[in-house]
């Protein structure tokens, strides 16, 4: 099936440093998310992005769909303790034909060090 | 307040039990998915309904069912045929105007076989 490499799997930063995380794919997307969750908890939407090329902020967040539509990034600036948790990109391939599933990465786990 | 709620938080069963997961959602969504996520993986697709009273197997089906009586519900059965049980459980649900993407999840239900 359809698979989304999430890189990295892990990151250790200092509190203020800046973060950044992508997906990729080899095939093409309609649709890109970022979610964060936290332990025992579910994924939280943080940024939904439906156009090639689109930069789109939440807060401290921002994200992007690449030109190329097989990849994503999301930055986050000024880290602080509580963007600790898990990071999933996910995406709606072009290939499903009108499905409503998503396809997700492993996730990109965030510790911030106070 | 308009969400997901999956009852309950934390579920123990002894082996050879059937056990029923609840998901009940009020944001008027006509897509329900349950994933099931497994310590350090991404999610993974066990069914999804678009539409009450229809329903289709995802990537791991396999000794799961469910049902689709009513829109705001979308209850799932870890039979006994399901070899590795043990997981956290994630309900989500997503409009038909979404076109698959922003999917919004429930807190989660951590099943616990033994």
């Known amino acids: 099936g359809q698979q989304l490499n999430q890189s990295p799997q892990s990151m250790f930063i200092q509190e203020g440093e800046d973060v950044s995380m992508n997906c990729t794919s080899s095939?093409?997307?309609?649709?890109w998310l970022w979610y964060k969750q936290d332990p025992g908890e579910g994924p939280v939407l943080l940024i939904a992005l439906y156009k090639a090329g689109e930069l789109t902020s939440n807060g401290r967040l921002t994200a992007q769909f690449g030109i190329t539509r097989k990849d994503s990034f999301l930055n986050i600036s000024a880290s602080i303790p509580s963007d600790v948790g898990i990071y999933f990109c996910?995406?709606?391939?072009?290939?499903?034909?009108?499905?409503?599933?998503?396809?997700f990465g492993k996730g990109t786990k965030l510790t911030v060090n106070p | 307040d308009g969400g997901i709620t999956q009852s309950p938080k934390y579920l123990f069963r002894k082996e050879g039990q059937n056990v029923t997961l609840s998901c009940e959602q009020n944001?008027?969504?006509?897509?329900m998915y349950w994933y099931r996520q497994d310590p350090g993986q991404g999610l993974r697709l066990i069914y999804y309904s678009q539409i009450v009273n229809d329903f289709q197997k995802g990537d791991i089906a396999e000794g799961y069912s469910v049902s689709r009586e009513k829109k705001e519900s979308f209850p799932l059965t870890v039979t006994s045929a399901q070899k590795n049980p043990t997981a956290f459980y994630l309900c989500?649900?997503?409009?038909?105007?979404?076109?698959?993407?922003?999917?919004?999840f429930g807190p989660g239900t951590r099943l616990t076989v033994t």
């Open positions: 989500a649900s997503s409009s038909a105007a979404s076109g698959g993407g922003e999917q919004y």
């Open positions: 095939s093409i997307f309609n649709t």
């Open positions: 944001l008027n969504h006509d897509a």
């Open positions: 996910a995406g709606h391939p072009l290939t499903q034909g009108g499905s409503e599933k998503l396809v």
